[in-house]
């Protein structure tokens, strides 16, 4: 257990849908990074945010976009969703400054029909 | 594109062997590696990081790092059926504190 939690654990949307999915920061960390993870394949990098700011973007969309809470909590939006949209998305927190050691949620499953 | 390579297996070796997992990395400017483990249906549980070249041990668990050769492995020493799970190798990226992934490659632990 990393102290790291995420809601909901699944989520079954239609194409077009927005989605906004919650992740909670391990005690004593203040980053979070979102990944989105394909079936088979590994996470992917969609942003961090450090001081409720973006500080980093993969290559995304806009229509993916987060936020992050003084309490260093964190959501990612996703609007207009496409079937590919389908995965397990990932937060991941850690404490700036020491290296990147992230540690990971237990995920959210969403699946866009 | 900076690429994280990783063979995807399957990898599989019979109980009590040494597992040999072997990463390599495209970007020279990377500074921290890493070893997740992931099981199926999971999240990545992190086994091991290395930031310098060399050898690091933490119980049955050594990782390897090669910087000028960019490579770095995992070994898995007395291996387990319980070891059987996805190992992904992650690279930080020269945009701040974001990890660069591989495919991962798939253990078999076999009785």
């Known amino acids: 257990e990393t102290g790291v939690t995420q809601s909901p654990t699944h989520l079954i949307k239609t194409r077009g849908q927005q989605v906004t999915l919650r992740c909670s920061s391990q005690s004593g960390h203040n980053t979070v990074s979102w990944y989105q993870q394909a079936l088979g394949q590994g996470p992917q990098f969609i942003f961090q945010?450090?001081?409720?700011?973006?500080?980093g973007r993969g290559n995304f969309p806009p229509r993916f976009s987060g936020l992050q809470f003084p309490n260093y909590s964190s959501e990612l939006n996703v609007n207009a969703l496409e079937l590919d949209d389908s995965a397990l998305y990932l937060c991941a927190s850690s404490f700036a400054g020491f290296q990147d050691t992230q540690y990971f949620g237990p995920g959210t499953r969403l699946t866009v029909l | 594109q900076k690429e994280v390579e990783q063979n995807s297996g399957p990898l599989s070796v019979p109980e009590g062997a040494i597992a040999s997992l072997n990463c390599t990395y495209s970007?020279?400017?990377?500074?921290?590696f890493f070893w997740y483990r992931q099981y199926s249906g999971k999240s990545p549980e992190l086994i091991m990081f290395i930031y310098s070249n060399g050898d690091k041990e933490d119980g049955r668990f050594t990782a390897q790092l090669n910087k000028a050769s960019q490579y770095v492995s995992l070994l898995i020493r007395d291996s387990q059926p319980s070891d059987s799970a996805t190992y992904l190798c992650?690279?930080?990226?020269?945009?701040?504190?974001?990890?660069?992934f591989g495919k991962g490659t798939s253990l078999l632990v076999t009785p």
């Open positions: 970007d020279r400017g990377s500074q921290s």
């Open positions: 992650a690279v930080n990226m020269d945009s701040g504190y974001a990890l660069n």
């Open positions: 945010y450090y001081r409720e700011e973006e500080n």
